[in-house]
């Protein structure tokens, strides 16, 4: 009967170990979300551009400006598609959902990053 209890008592333990690593391990990381503020990011790109051209002495200079938009197109959907990788959560524009704020990551600064943005 002692046998027993014991062989009982360790499986339980077991059983409870495993459980939380199952929780821990995948059902907590695809609960997180991460939220980008692209609205944010487009805003900055455009308020950076704008002064670029305005300030131009040259059409060099303005050659320049339009230069680094095309290297942002290019940049922004690759950053979108690396984020979600990276951070190994569902990655959604802010204001899409509303998260509980224990599950969500903010990802604006880490876009911003990615495409050169400072």
Same mark, same amino acid.
């Given at each position: ?54 300030? &131009?002495?040259? *059409?060099?200079? =303005? /050659?320049?400006?339009?230069?680094? %938009?095309?290297?942002? !197109?290019?940049?922004? #959907?690759? &950053?979108?598609? *690396?984020?979600? =990788? /990276?951070?190994?959560?569902?990655? %959604?524009?802010?204001? !899409?959902?509303?998260? #509980? ?13 990615? %495409?050169?943005?400072?």
């Amino acid at each position: 009967m002692n046998r027993a209890v014991s062989l009982l008592l360790v499986n339980l333990v077991v059983a409870a170990v495993m459980l939380v690593l199952y929780h821990r391990l995948w059902v907590l990381p695809a609960l997180r979300v991460g939220i980008i503020d692209l609205a944010e990011v487009y805003r900055q790109q455009e308020a950076e551009f704008t002064r670029q051209v305005t300030t &131009a002495n040259s *059409e060099t200079e =303005r /050659e320049l400006a339009l230069e680094r %938009v095309k290297v942002f !197109a290019q940049r922004l #959907p690759q &950053a979108l598609e *690396e984020l979600p =990788r /990276e951070c190994k959560c569902l990655v %959604v524009v802010k204001g !899409a959902i509303s998260p #509980p704020a224990d599950r969500a990551l903010d990802l604006t600064a880490a876009l911003k990053r990615k %495409v050169g943005q400072p």
